[in-house]
């Protein structure tokens, strides 16, 4: 290598300095000092107990009364599941709905994909009005259709409320999948298809042999991102239930704010994030290994 390429190759070298920094100090050494923090005892009503305090803070989480740590770990699998299946589905079917040209597709695809910009909290603030148990839209739709006899407590009552704000939080992560799942729909080969139908194949057998296995990585890293969002997601459910009534809505990601903004319990509120953590390093692990090999079998 000649002494301008070396100088060429350390001048790009520098160059990545500054984006490594803005890494370890905006997202390492927090996430790594979040770690060291959920194994002491810190809470700022008594920051002179400061001390490390091994798994106390995670067999208090455990075990408090108050908490419900089953209950908030309940909640926090159905609202990801749910959320996360629904807004697939529908965003694939979305992208298959956009994949051939029409006229105004792209003053539609505009509209659609413009909720994506909008603030989670916003859109919770929204759809808390659109079920509000008083004067809200949906209540009012369905009393005029006939559906209901009085309106409904959609987020007072324990048995509505995580379907409510799984609905709002299906409408808001659409079109994250219309958009990924349409890129990767636009670079199928047409020739593909045009095989396809030789061999005698109708459009679900399309569908299925060769559109889905054709645009499975794409499937696969798109679930995994959404998964992990979802995961670490509480703004729709902080404006629309604040993870109430009676913990109905309280999830692991609500649950760790409430630990720090109101109990002042930095400890037990990195403790839940430790977990969080944890949950998503094991799930982003067998999901990882469990796609590469269904992609090596295809």
């Given at each position: 290598m000649t002494f301008r390429k070396k100088k060429a190759a350390g001048a790009y070298y520098w160059m990545f300095i500054p984006a490594a920094a803005l890494?370890?100090?905006f997202i390492y050494y927090?996430?790594?000092?979040?770690?060291?923090?959920?194994?002491?005892?810190?809470t700022m009503l008594d920051l002179s107990q400061t001390r490390f305090n091994g798994i106390d803070n995670f067999i208090a989480i455990i075990t408090h009364p108050n908490i419900k740590f089953a209950k908030i770990f309940v909640n926090t699998v159905i609202w990801v599941a749910v959320s996360l299946a629904g807004q697939f589905f529908l965003g694939f079917a979305l992208a298959l709905l956009l994949r051939k040209p029409f006229y105004g597709r792209g003053i539609y695809t505009g509209f659609v994909f413009y909720t994506w910009a909008l603030s989670g909290f916003a859109i919770g603030l929204v759809w808390?009005?659109?079920f509000n148990g008083q004067f809200g839209v949906i209540n009012d739709i369905l009393m005029r259709a006939g559906f209901i006899a009085k309106p409904i407590g959609w987020l007072s009552q324990p048995e509505f409320a995580m379907f409510s704000v799984i609905a709002a939080n299906i409408w808001y992560g659409i079109p994250f999948f219309a958009?990924?799942?349409l890129a990767a729909l636009q670079s199928v080969p047409k020739e593909l298809y045009e095989s396809a139908e030789i061999d005698g194949a109708g459009k679900t057998r399309?569908?299925?042999y060769v559109t889905i296995p054709y645009i499975q990585p794409t499937i696969a890293s798109t679930?995994?991102?959404r998964f992990m969002w979802i995961m670490n997601f509480p703004d729709i459910i902080y404006g629309m239930t604040g993870g109430g009534p009676a913990n109905a809505t309280n999830i692991l990601a609500t649950e760790m704010i409430n630990k720090i903004t109101k109990a002042y319990d930095y400890g037990q509120g990195s403790a839940i994030g430790f977990i969080i953590i944890a949950i998503l390093f094991v799930f982003a692990f067998?999901?990882?290994r469990a796609s590469s090999e269904k992609e090596l079998s295809l």
């Open positions: 890494l370890v100090l927090p996430v790594a000092q979040g770690i060291v923090t959920a194994f002491k005892r810190y808390s009005w659109l958009i990924m799942l399309q569908l299925f679930v995994l991102l067998f999901y990882l």
